[in-house]
């Protein structure tokens, strides 16, 4: 499977690194792009930049690893911007309120926005972990329009009804939601 996601500067780094976490042994590829505050997030709530988690774990796409391709916010010209290259999911995990506008709106301007956008067009699979609270009259606004014209629109708010425990039960129920979003089982 080819998958985009994007992370946004929005509290809650750890979704992302759960979410690539359950994907790494997939076989697909992932292609990953962080915004400027994404990266600064990741660091400031997990403790380590995004390069060095990355390296930590094998994303060859050798022996049922998947692989992972960065891409620059900047690069309009990166794959996930092109409607044309097909991709099978777009996640934006986690979502901010500017970013969930941006796309709502159409202002493609960085590659986050662009493959959300792309992905309207193309009827694929959107998911934006909205992670805002409290919400604004626009913003809801902005969350209807997103789900009118296709998107799933996924506040990150764990149940509490499975008996989770622990932290990471919280965080796993999230990351349960957003991959069956995914067109095929993870």
């Not at 692989?67 to 309009?76: G, Q, R, T």
């Not at 934006?128 to 606004?141: F, G, K, N, S, W």
Request: glycine letters at 8%; charged letters at 20%.
């Amino acid at each position: 499977m080819r998958i985009a996601i994007g992370i946004t500067g929005a509290s809650g780094a750890v979704y992302a690194q759960r979410l690539l976490e359950r994907l790494q042994p997939g076989g697909h590829t992932i292609h990953v792009t962080l915004s400027k505050y994404g990266n600064l997030v990741w660091n400031q709530e997990l403790g380590q930049s995004f390069s060095d988690w990355q390296s930590s774990m094998d994303w060859s796409g050798e022996g049922g690893a998947s692989e992972m391709v960065i891409d620059n916010i900047n690069d309009l010209y990166a794959e996930p911007s092109w409607g044309s290259k097909k991709f099978d999911a777009y996640l934006v995990v986690p979502c901010s309120a500017k970013t969930m506008s941006a796309i709502a709106t159409g202002i493609a301007d960085n590659l986050i926005a662009r493959f959300g956008d792309v992905a309207l067009k193309e009827k694929r699979p959107l998911v934006l972990l909205v992670r805002e609270a409290p919400l604004h009259a626009l913003q809801l606004e902005r969350m209807r329009d997103l789900a009118i014209a296709g998107a799933i629109v996924l506040p990150a708010s764990p149940g509490f009804y499975n008996g989770e425990k622990t932290f990471e039960d919280l965080i796993d129920f999230i990351v349960d939601k957003l991959l069956s979003y995914l067109p095929e089982t993870v």
